[in-house]
């Protein structure tokens, strides 16, 4: 029976996912200065030297016209932060994953083969990963075997 592998962290490669989260708010701030912020005042100025009314007038009735698309951009943010941490497990868990292994590795320890979950990408460099453990751990474990001569 295949047990399913969850994850357990929230963020498997801190500096990696919380730079692509950073992105992402980036993006999205841009999308917005230039979306909402940019109509947003331009309009502001155009109907605060085009008319008499007060400036904190306009700005209620603007905000009036504005309100929806604010909050909906404001309410997808966080979403998409989530959704782009969650979609970067499945490169930055297998990475980690291998570069625990390599260290084994490198440090003389035997190291397991990586298994990636369902979803994950770079299955095939896991798997040509997986070739090189199996090798390592037979010439290991054939000269643990050898006698001394």
Same mark, same amino acid.
């Given at each position: 029976?295949?047990?399913?592998?969850?994850?357990?962290?929230?963020?498997?490669?801190?500096?990696?996912?919380?730079?692509?989260?950073?992105?992402?708010?980036?993006?999205?701030?841009?999308?917005?200065?230039?979306?909402? !912020?940019? =109509?947003?005042?331009?309009?502001?100025?155009?109907?605060?030297?085009?008319?008499?009314?007060?400036?904190?007038?306009?700005?209620?009735?603007?905000?009036?016209?504005?309100?929806? =698309? /604010?909050? /909906?951009?404001?309410?997808?943010? =966080? /979403? !998409?932060?989530?959704?782009?941490?969650?979609?970067?497990?499945?490169?930055?868990?297998?990475?980690?994953?291998?570069?625990?292994?390599?260290?084994?590795? !490198?440090?003389?320890?035997?190291?397991?083969?990586?298994?990636?979950?369902?979803?994950?990408?770079?299955?095939?460099?896991?798997?040509?990963?997986?070739?090189?453990?199996?090798?390592?751990? !037979?010439?290991?474990?054939?000269?643990?075997?050898?006698?001394?001569?």
């Amino acid at each position: 029976m295949d047990v399913k592998r969850l994850r357990k962290k929230i963020l498997v490669d801190k500096d990696l996912q919380l730079k692509l989260a950073g992105r992402l708010f980036g993006y999205w701030t841009t999308m917005w200065l230039l979306v909402f !912020a940019l =109509p947003f005042f331009s309009t502001l100025a155009y109907r605060w030297f085009s008319t008499s009314v007060p400036l904190g007038q306009l700005f209620g009735h603007l905000i009036e016209e504005f309100w929806f =698309p /604010i909050l /909906i951009s404001l309410l997808l943010l =966080p /979403i !998409a932060v989530r959704d782009s941490i969650r979609f970067s497990h499945k490169f930055a868990g297998p990475f980690f994953r291998l570069h625990r292994e390599m260290r084994n590795l !490198a440090d003389g320890n035997p190291a397991e083969e990586v298994r990636p979950r369902d979803g994950d990408f770079c299955v095939e460099f896991s798997k040509e990963f997986n070739r090189v453990v199996r090798k390592m751990n !037979a010439l290991k474990e054939a000269s643990a075997n050898r006698p001394n001569a």
